[in-house]
């Protein structure tokens, strides 16, 4: 809430919150809701959140692919 109460201070035109999110539940939506209560109380700014990345082929490569650089000691 820090962030986007920050986000709100500077008076920005439009708010964008991006969910670094692999999953749904509580998290995300908490995420959401406090965006939600942001833009209703800041109605001169523009407020969204993005989607979830959900599954998808080319997360998973990356993650992968990440877990191989770890186990290769990078």
Do not use: M, N, Y
Not at 1 to 10: I, K, V
Request: cysteine-free; proline content about 5%; charged content about 20%.
């Amino acid at each position: 809430d820090e962030a986007l109460q920050a986000a709100a201070a500077r008076q920005a035109q439009r708010v964008i919150v991006v969910r670094h999110f692999l999953f749904s539940g509580e998290l995300p939506a908490q995420v959401a809701a406090a965006t939600d209560a942001r833009a209703r109380q800041h109605p001169q700014q523009q407020w969204g959140t993005t989607a979830l990345f959900g599954p998808d082929p080319l997360v998973a490569d990356a993650v992968l692919e990440r877990i191989a650089q770890a186990e290769a000691g990078g």
